[in-house]
């Protein structure tokens, strides 16, 4: 079974942030949060992870909570392409190759 | 450097055929992971392989279901007697060593549809 918890869609106008929410109150201390998307008929991408602290690149930032049980996937300024189904997934380093998926949110940009 | 090659990108059987689907890693993965999608799912793991050595196949159906990735050449997925219970999305990944701190990258996935 999957160890997170997302919404199943969500909705976000054009040129405004999105954020993106996925609990993980079971997380174990060796466990990173990973995020994926997959655009619809596509391979899924990779986007960001993390461990406890907050992240940052190219493509969007990941805040993980104090307590590590939430983080929020940011897309500062969404474009219609960002349009997709985003995946919160967690996993330790040394084991779980397998990324359990669970159904994902599906992100709506709307112009 | 090209991405995870699949192919065919589309392949339709009629029930009862074989299937076979191709995953070429990106260059310098040593690492195959094939997963199923059926449709509003999210990915199901199936199996993981190195090369000639398959290491995990867990996820795999016992029966029909067969997974190599040869010394030269793509990883295979074959499906035998396809029924209509495995037209779905396969999608195959690959890392440069088992995953630890990397991402596995996707390929566009072959979508099989068995009639």
């Known amino acids: 079974d999957a160890k997170t918890t997302q919404p199943p869609s969500m909705d976000c106008a054009e040129g405004r942030a999105a954020n993106l929410p996925c609990n993980h109150s079971?997380?174990?201390?060796?466990?990173?949060v990973y995020w994926y998307r997959q655009i619809h008929s596509q391979g899924p991408q990779y986007i960001i992870h993390g461990l406890k602290n907050n992240e940052t690149n190219e493509m969007a930032s990941l805040i993980i909570t104090e307590d590590r049980k939430s983080s929020t996937l940011i897309l500062p300024h969404a474009t219609l392409r960002d349009t997709a189904v985003y995946y919160c997934?967690?996993?330790?380093?040394?084991?779980?190759?397998?990324?359990?998926w669970g159904a994902g949110t599906k992100l709506i940009i709307k112009p | 450097n090209a991405g995870v090659m699949q192919n065919p990108r589309h392949l339709v059987r009629r029930r009862g055929q074989e299937a076979r689907l191709r995953c070429s890693p990106m260059?310098?993965?040593?690492?195959v992971y094939w997963y199923r999608q059926l449709p509003e799912e999210g990915l199901k793991f199936m199996v993981y392989?190195?090369?000639?050595?398959?290491?995990?196949e867990s996820g795999m159906p016992k029966e029909r279901f067969s997974a190599e990735f040869p010394k030269e050449g793509p990883s295979i997925l074959r499906i035998q007697q396809v029924v209509r219970g495995d037209s779905a999305a396969y999608f195959c990944?690959?890392?440069?060593?088992?995953?630890?701190?990397?991402?596995?990258?996707f390929g566009q996935g072959t979508r099989l549809t068995v009639v």
């Open positions: 997934i967690v996993r330790a380093l040394d084991s779980n190759y397998q990324l359990i």
């Open positions: 079971t997380i174990s201390g060796n466990e990173y």
């Open positions: 990944a690959s890392s440069p060593q088992g995953l630890g701190n990397t991402e596995a990258f």
């Open positions: 392989l190195q090369k000639e050595n398959i290491i995990d």
């Open positions: 260059k310098g993965h040593s690492h």
